[in-house]
């Protein structure tokens, strides 16, 4: 097994709770690890014996970018979803943090993270 990670990827996006955060919009990021079997890419440097990079890339940005949640776990879980529906054929476990910098909230901190873990197969 082995992992394929992504991380500190930015999308924009209107999710939240908030009227003015779906109107104005904000960015969020993510964190995305993919574990699945690597051996035969290994050996074969075969794209196909993989997961690209940047399909996963891709799809998650053009799903975020069109789809609206007021929760970032929901984000989180659609996101695991997709990927499931998406890779499912060689994904085994993936991991999805999703980071919001701009929240409602009176106090002093950096972001709000949710982070959720599937079993796929």
Partial sequence: MGKVRINNM???????????????????????????????AGKTDDLHQTISYADVYTDVKEYLETHSFDLIEAVTYHVLDLLGEKYGDLLTHAIVRVRKYHVPIAGFFDNVEVEMEREYQ
Avoid: A, H
């Avoid at 999308?11 to 051996?39: A, H, R, S, W």
């Fill in 10 to 40: 930015l999308v924009y996006t209107y999710n939240g709770v908030m009227g003015e955060e779906k109107v104005l919009g904000q960015k969020l990021e993510l964190d995305i690890e993919l574990t699945l079997p690597m051996t035969e």
